[in-house]
């Protein structure tokens, strides 16, 4: 016999903040676990291929995980929102392999965090999975329409970034033109996806986030999604007002770097010029930011000499930065 149950990831195994960002609470493994690829027998049998050095979330996975998350990519990259899961995968596979494609996979903006699945009763066995899109992808016309302003709005930022010479010039860039473009607004529609930057210009540390993964990724820059909470004064500071947090890691050569478009963008308002104190610090340096669930397996951060100040000049930097209430 087959059940459906509702699995909304909000008060699932793992969490979103609607109003201010992405939190996961997941257990934690170990990313160099598992290599790329699919190892062993797989249920699993389309052509994503998922390369660590971008995706380091699928990593973490089991191989059912794995399994279960090349279905879901595939089928939502597609534009399906009912996918068929074959192979005895179990609740909490699904639930954690679509958990870590959206961490993985910014370019899937339409799709929202809750979703519904088919069980059979006697195993257990998720044998498919109904996924919700944002109101402008209800329809197969509207979800082409949404791609072409989404990606004629990155397309031009992709551009322009491609004039520059280095990896670190590169982000600077990217940075920059995801700030240009976005205002905080903790209560911007679609905040938790990059749609929010790059089409309506409104939005929070989540979709900030996204944007800059994403345009990072197609510039050929490794670079990952980190979710945590910022701490104290600062988070009433920079008007979050939300202990949940997201930022990036990028990884420039064989460096490791945080950076927090959001928060530079809030300082730069608050300076009234572009300041960059959160651009390319280690973990050490990369104050009241902390690390949850998944994403304290990312690559530790131990070098701040792609920094701002280290690169490019003067700013103000994190440890000058005076909070008030």
């Not at 160099?32 to 990593?59: L, M, N, Q, R, W």
């Not at 905040?191 to 050929?220: D, E, N, P, W």
């Not at 951060?301 to 280290?310: E, G, I, L, P, W």
């Amino acid at each position: 016999m087959i059940k459906r149950l509702a699995a909304l990831i909000l008060t699932a195994a793992l969490a979103f903040s609607m109003s201010g960002c992405f939190l996961v609470s997941t257990p934690k493994t170990s990313l160099s676990a598992t290599g790329s690829g699919y190892e062993g027998k797989s249920a699993y049998k389309g052509t994503s291929v998922f390369d660590p050095v971008y995706y380091p979330y699928y990593s973490m996975l089991g191989q059912s995980g794995k399994d279960a998350y090349a279905m879901i990519y595939d089928g939502l990259y597609a534009g399906q929102t009912n996918i068929k899961l074959s192979g005895g995968i179990s609740a909490k596979d699904v639930t954690d392999a679509f958990n870590m494609v959206l961490l993985d996979h910014p370019e899937l903006f339409w799709v929202r965090t809750d979703f519904n699945y088919s069980y059979m009763e006697v195993t257990g066995a998720v044998t498919s999975a109904t996924f919700n899109f944002y109101d402008f992808a209800s329809t197969p016309e509207g979800l082409a329409k949404a791609r072409q302003e989404f990606d004629s709005a990155a397309n031009t930022i992709i551009t322009g970034a491609k004039s520059k010479t280095t990896a670190a010039e590169k982000e600077l860039y990217i940075h920059d033109c995801i700030n240009r473009l976005a205002e905080f607004n903790s209560g911007a529609k679609y905040s938790q996806s990059a749609y929010s930057v790059l089409v309506t210009h409104s939005s929070v540390c989540a979709g900030y986030s996204r944007a800059f993964q994403y345009i990072m990724q197609k510039s050929g820059i490794p670079c990952f999604y980190c979710m945590g909470t910022a701490d104290g004064e600062a988070v009433a500071a920079t008007g979050t007002f939300e202990t949940s947090h997201s930022w990036n890691i990028v990884r420039l050569g064989n460096v490791y770097c945080n950076v927090d478009c959001m928060w530079d963008d809030s300082v730069s308002t608050a300076y009234g010029k572009n300041q960059y104190p959160f651009f390319n610090l280690s973990d050490k340096d990369f104050m009241f930011h902390t690390r949850t669930g998944q994403s304290v397996n990312l690559p530790k951060c131990n070098d701040s000499t792609q920094s701002y100040k280290a690169i490019f000049g003067e700013t103000i930097e994190a440890k000058d930065l005076v909070f008030k209430k």
